[in-house]
């Protein structure tokens, strides 16, 4: 079952025996909710930002390790949905945040997109190696 460590309030919650999660960027999840089949997936919620949210979506997953499919799908405003892809596709480095320089995990991407430090390198690999990412332009046709 789905244990939400971070942000619970904001997903959508379907079939707990589900192995899928669904990411909506910026389109609204209830509305997604609405034309999806609850039974198909376990979770799903939005991702505005990669600076900020890719690293309470990674641990969600690393909390939840029985999501092993994401589909990324919705509106792509701040480029969070590139930078999740180029996680997975693409990797990360050890680097510092723009603004603030702080130490991070910096995402290989022409865009930003940072996760804590805290988080081991063999976790993030982990997730990279176990989940796989699904890019769906309209998730209400996707089986």
Known sequence: ????????????YGNP???VGIVT??????????RIDNSKFCVMGPLYSAERG????????????????LILTGVDFSKSGIVLKD???????????DTTEKPCWRINSQYEGYIDLDIPEEALNLIRESVTLIKVQDVANFD
């Not at 079952?1 to 619970?8: E, H, L, P, R, V």
């Not at 960027?25 to 609405?34: C, G, M, N, R, V």
């Not at 990674?58 to 390790?65: D, F, K, M, Q, S």
């Not at 596709?89 to 945040?97: A, L, M, R, S």
């Open 54 to 69: 890719l690293d309470l979506l990674i641990r969600n997953l690393l909390a939840n390790p029985q999501i092993n499919i």
């Open 87 to 97: 996680f997975f596709e693409k990797g990360f480095v050890k680097g510092k945040t």
């Open 17 to 19: 025996e589900s192995n």
């Open 1 to 12: 079952m789905f244990q939400a460590i971070y942000k619970g309030t904001r997903l959508i």
């Open 25 to 34: 960027l910026w389109s609204k999840p209830k509305e997604l909710a609405q």
